[in-house]
Structure formats: C-alpha cells, structure tokens
C-alpha cells in the first residue's frame, strides 16, 4: 500500500489473452504498449508519453483519478478506454474521444472532443470555432450539477440518449445545438437556456427535448 508507479520507459503487456492489471497509480511520461488481452490500470495516476493497443487488444483506464497534463497521445488499431475512470485535464481540450468515465473538474473544449459514452460533470465549456460531437448508441449523462456553457457547436447524432441530471445548460449567442436524429434528450431538474440556435436538421421522425427551455 501506499506504491506509486512512475514510467519514463516502456511497459509492455507482450503475452496472456486475459487481463493484467496494474493496481497502484501509474504516473506516465514513457511509453504503455499492449500487444494481447487487456491490460488495466485501477489506481488512477497521470498519462502523458505514448499509450497503444495492437489490433484485438484493449489499454483500460479502469478505476482512480487520471490527469492529463496534455493531449494524450494514443496509438495502434486496438482499443484505449476510460471505463470507471474520472478524467481530469489541466489543458484545453483540443482533440479528444470520451468513451467511458467521467470527465470532471472544470473543461474548455478548444478543438473538438467527440463524446461516445460516459459521463461529463464539474464545469464544461465548449469554446467559439470548437465542436462537441454526441455519437454512438451508449447514453451520454451530465451528471447532477454540471454546468455546460456553449459557444460554439454540439451536434448530436445516432441512437444513444442524451442525459441530463439537476444540470444548467447555455445556448449562447451565436452557439448551435443541433439535433441529426430522432432521439429524446431526458432529464431530472435540468433546464436548458436557449440564447443561440437550437436547429434539427436530419431526422424524419421526432426530437424531443424534455427539460424545461428558456428561449431568448
């Protein structure tokens, strides 16, 4: 108890169809290679340097608090993914895939960030000229008391459902919400304050926003 991993090397998870886990915090400035199985982390830590999965094989950040002090770098044609993770950025978010996890704290999207599952809570800010992509069937969930501030674009695609928990959202002036798909965007105590442009623009069925609007 008590261990803390720091890698300035490579560790590498060459042999073992199943799962190797790594239990204490892993503080990362080298390099995480998977070439088979799974290879988990459970103690959270920090994740800069290289990380990269081979085909068929998965790097899961499973479990504990993970900062990332930049843009991750991850490589390969396997899986990386943040599971039961909470997510912590130290930097704008310029170029990002959420799969899983929360992402917490207070975020800046200054890129695009393309959120496919998981969870967003704390302060989260999408930037003018920056995009959040909503895809994927997974639900998305603002967990209770996020605030979402837009001023550039979210785009909301596919199957998955929408969530929101006892969370603020803002539409800003010259922001857009836009809705390409029949899907319903639920809540429990949310509200959604409209200032900019909320357009459906792909769909042939219904969209339906649950939570109360405030339109200006």
């Given at each position: 108890?008590?261990?803390?991993?720091?890698?300035?090397?490579?560790?590498?998870?060459?042999?073992?169809?199943?799962?190797?886990?790594?239990?204490?915090?892993?503080?990362?400035?080298?390099?995480?290679?998977?070439?088979?199985?799974?290879?988990?982390?459970?103690?959270?830590?920090?994740?800069?340097?290289?990380?990269?999965?081979?085909?068929?094989?998965?790097?899961?950040?499973?479990?504990?608090?993970?900062?990332?002090?930049?843009?991750?770098?991850?490589?390969?044609?396997?899986?990386?993914?943040?599971?039961?993770?909470?997510?912590?950025?130290?930097?704008?978010?310029?170029?990002?895939?959420?799969?899983?996890?929360?992402?917490?704290?207070?975020?800046?999207?200054?890129?695009?960030?393309?959120?496919?599952?998981?969870?967003?809570?704390?302060?989260?800010?999408?930037?003018?000229?920056?995009?959040?992509?909503l895809s994927g069937a997974a639900t998305k969930t603002l967990i209770s008391s996020a605030t979402v501030t837009n001023w550039g674009t979210m785009v909301w695609t596919n199957s998955g459902l929408f969530s929101a928990g006892s969370s603020q959202i803002y539409n800003q002036p010259g922001a857009v919400f836009e809705?390409?798909?029949?899907?319903?965007?639920?809540?429990?105590?949310?509200?959604?304050?409209?200032?900019?442009?909320?357009?459906?623009?792909?769909?042939?069925?219904?969209?339906?926003?649950?939570?109360?609007?405030?339109?200006?």
């Amino acid at each position: 108890s008590g261990a803390v991993f720091h890698n300035a090397g490579m560790v590498l998870k060459s042999a073992g169809s199943g799962t190797s886990a790594i239990n204490l915090p892993f503080l990362n400035t080298g390099v995480v290679t998977n070439q088979t199985g799974t290879l988990a982390f459970n103690g959270g830590g920090t994740l800069g340097g290289t990380v990269g999965a081979a085909a068929g094989a998965t790097i899961n950040f499973a479990a504990g608090n993970f900062t990332l002090n930049a843009m991750p770098v991850f490589v390969g044609l396997g899986t990386v993914q943040f599971t039961g993770s909470f997510i912590f950025f130290t930097v704008a978010i310029s170029d990002f895939t959420l799969t899983g996890g929360t992402l917490a704290g207070t975020n800046t999207v200054s890129g695009v960030l393309n959120w496919t599952g998981g969870n967003i809570s704390g302060v989260f800010t999408v930037a003018s000229n920056a995009t959040l992509n909503l895809s994927g069937a997974a639900t998305k969930t603002l967990i209770s008391s996020a605030t979402v501030t837009n001023w550039g674009t979210m785009v909301w695609t596919n199957s998955g459902l929408f969530s929101a928990g006892s969370s603020q959202i803002y539409n800003q002036p010259g922001a857009v919400f836009e809705l390409q798909n029949d899907q319903t965007f639920v809540h429990s105590g949310a509200v959604f304050h409209n200032a900019g442009m909320v357009l459906k623009s792909a769909g042939s069925g219904t969209s339906t926003i649950n939570l109360p609007l405030l339109n200006t």
